[in-house]
């Protein structure tokens, strides 16, 4: 996989890209890894990227040439197939779980990050997609590119290592997944008066799994209510989520 960013801090990312988890799957030839420097498609001596908005107000906006001859270049590269291009906006879809698994199945993709107060409309139209990482805003899309990469390479086999998985993690889209994940607990068994369940020490699998499943829906019951009617519950399991939510959030109505 080859991911690319567009940006006019291409400067930012190193330091992500080359630490831990990312650093070892891109030094193991998992992914490749290229921050593309949106100044490089300008054409005057101040290498200006934006502009005031039309009709007024605050700010400045980010000019739609050099990200529309930026992006057609880097589309039209003969020796790597296009890119899925995604622009980072709060404007966008909600990125998600689901959307991570969806884009790790994708060869190349190409984050375009805005800065100061967005875009002209008229870049978005070389997008594949616009994501948003969540409902605040920040000073520049570099971060939510970062975000997205994190989430996107670990799911990549073998960018884990063997001792990681991410099969049954919180919002993993399996059959029975959608849930948050369920306590865990390393040693020791006490600590400061507070025990580990004892279940977990008692070496019988099929009591830790069911444990833990219940776990996971309490878990979610309490801390993401709104994960429970799209996660993939038995109808006795939906039975027990719902009656917990009803006694948890007892002034809250389930939709
Ligand atoms: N005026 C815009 C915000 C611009 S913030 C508005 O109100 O919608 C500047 C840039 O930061 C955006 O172009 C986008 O690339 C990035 N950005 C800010 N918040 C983001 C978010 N929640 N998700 C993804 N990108 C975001």
Redesign the pocket.
């Known amino acids: 996989m080859l991911i690319e960013t567009l940006s006019v801090f291409p400067e930012m990312f190193e330091p992500v890209m080359s630490a831990s988890i990312l650093g070892r799957a891109r030094s193991r030839g998992l992914f490749d890894f290229k921050a593309h420097d949106l100044r490089d498609w300008t054409h005057d001596r101040h290498r200006t990227v934006d502009d005031e908005p039309y009709g007024g107000g605050a ?1 400045m906006l ?1 000019k739609v040439e050099p990200i529309y001859e930026a992006i057609s270049e880097l589309k039209s590269q003969s020796d790597l197939c296009p890119p899925r291009v995604i ?6 879809a909600p990125f998600t779980q689901h959307v991570a698994e969806r884009l790790a199945g994708c060869e190349r993709l190409l984050f375009v ?7 002209d409309e008229r870049a978005y139209s070389l997008a594949d997609e616009r ?11 570099e971060l ?1 590119a970062m975000v997205v990469t994190d989430a996107v390479v670990r799911l990549i086999p073998g960018a884990l290592g063997d001792s990681m998985s991410s099969v049954d993690e919180s919002f993993a889209t399996g059959e029975d997944g959608g849930l948050l994940e369920y306590e865990q607990y390393t040693r020791p068994s006490s600590f400061n008066g507070m025990d580990v369940p004892p279940i977990l020490l008692s070496g019988d699998h099929a009591k830790v799994d069911a444990w833990r499943r219940r776990n996971a829906i309490e878990r979610t019951c309490r801390w993401r209510p709104d994960l429970i009617e799209s996660a993939g519950l038995t109808e006795q399991e939906r039975a027990f989520a719902l009656d917990l939510i009803a006694r948890m959030h007892p002034h809250e109505e389930m939709e």
């Open positions: 700010g980010m622009f980072f906006t709060p404007c966008g990050c805005g800065r100061y107060e967005g875009m994501l948003s990482i969540g409902d605040y805003v920040l000073t520049g899309g939510a």
